[in-house]
């Protein structure tokens, strides 16, 4: 642990400052054990003779107190400067698996489209149109490809939340997480995890899939268009997505719950209905809302400068080989998107995760007063640290 920020040859306070101070090393609320004959503890005076570290600084995660909504978007971006090459690193790695399915699926669904324009380009003269098997092949092919994506994307995001989660805590308490952990905890946790994001993906379905069929049901009966049954498709699109989001909103804490509180799949989301209860819905809400919309602007940024270039590149391949590299265009346009969606999603990953936990962190002090055992679990790592 650091010293709190000092100017040089100024002497260190002797006793820190509490939970809601500045940030320094000793702002968890208890003075610091003496050490006359070895180091000092933490936000002591150093001993005669020993060396002053000046102008170090050692901040929490956020503070172990109700926090306010700037220090749980601080969270998310400190996370970055606190534990670098391990949140970037398991993001990295689970991420790039993922990725590396995604775009195999994803080339194996453009595989017909793709000798489709092959053969257009070979035969211009030929007939255009697609025996009717092929289509039905290609609808299903899309939606096989699809489902396969969202389940992988789904894999990737609960497992790097279970490490981040875990490790987001550790570096709010002063007992920082080893990497070998955060991966044990990965392993141990993955599973359930993936569990309840599965679980809560299926009550989506149905939320949206109830209002969005009785609105459909009028034209289906009627076989005709008009006011009376595209406002009906239009009132239970807005109410099944209206659905989804309270759904969303009522459980975005599940997954800390699981991993922090060591619960179940269904005891994940009780408790996340549970922190979620009342007037709290609203802030976590707004606030959890907040943490995604920056994540997808940020995410949508890079990836749409991935993008362009390999919009680029595909439309020079194209006249470059006069329209005859239609494979060769298509891939690099594949894969160069992948590859930017890749980096931006890796990338902010840590973002949502730590923003998520953090946001957990204050429900739970503002509500069950868990700052106590927060500031608790502290105290003993700094006397812990202190002691060594």
């Known amino acids: 642990m650091s010293s709190p920020w000092t100017a040089p040859g100024a002497e260190v306070p002797s006793e820190p400052t509490g939970p809601g101070g500045s940030g320094g090393p000793g702002s968890w609320g208890r003075p610091a054990p003496s050490a006359p004959d070895g180091p000092a503890g933490p936000g002591g005076p150093a001993p005669t003779g020993a060396p002053q570290r000046e102008l170090v600084q050692s901040v929490p995660l956020f503070p172990l107190r109700p926090l306010g909504l700037g220090e749980i978007l601080g969270a998310a971006v400190r996370i970055y400067r606190l534990r670098t090459r391990a949140v970037l690193g398991v993001s990295a790695a689970v991420y790039g698996v993922a990725f590396v399915l995604i775009t195999l699926s994803t080339g194996a669904g453009m595989m017909p489209m793709i000798g489709d324009m092959q053969a257009a380009m070979q035969d211009p003269t030929g007939s255009s149109e697609v025996p009717f098997t092929g289509t039905v092949g290609d609808i299903v092919l899309t939606v096989v490809t699809s489902v396969i994506t969202g389940l992988v994307t789904m894999v990737a995001a609960s ?8 490790l987001a805590l550790g570096e709010a308490t ?17 599973l359930p995890a ?51 989001l309270w759904l969303w909103a009522r459980t975005v804490l599940a997954i800390p719950a699981l991993v922090l509180e060591e619960t179940g799949v269904l005891g994940a989301i009780r408790r996340g209905f549970a922190l979620t209860r009342g007037r709290r819905l609203w802030r976590v809400l707004g606030i959890a809302v907040l943490l995604y919309v920056l994540y997808m602007v940020v995410t949508y940024t890079v990836s749409g400068v991935f993008g362009m270039v390999a919009g680029i590149a595909y439309f020079a391949i194209l006249l470059v080989s006069a329209g005859e590299a239609v494979v060769l265009g298509v891939a690099l346009l594949t894969i160069l998107s992948m590859l930017g969606t890749y980096l931006a999603t890796f990338l902010l990953a840590p973002f949502l995760s730590a923003g998520y936990t953090a946001l957990y962190a204050d429900v739970r002090m503002r509500d069950e007063a868990w700052d106590v055992e927060l500031t608790r679990r502290a105290r003993d790592a700094w006397a812990a640290d202190g002691a060594r």
């Open 159 to 166: 497992l790097v939340t279970v490490a981040l989660t875990r």
């Open 174 to 190: 002063g007992t920082p997480l080893p990497t070998s952990e955060m991966w044990a905890t990965m392993r141990r946790r993955g």
């Open 194 to 244: 993936l569990g309840v994001s599965l679980l809560i993906a299926l009550m989506s379905t149905i939320l949206f899939t109830v209002p969005f069929a009785l609105g459909l049901a009028p034209i289906l009966i009627v076989q005709e268009p008009g006011w009376l049954t595209i406002l009906p498709i239009l009132l239970g699109t807005v109410v099944g997505l209206l659905a989804m």
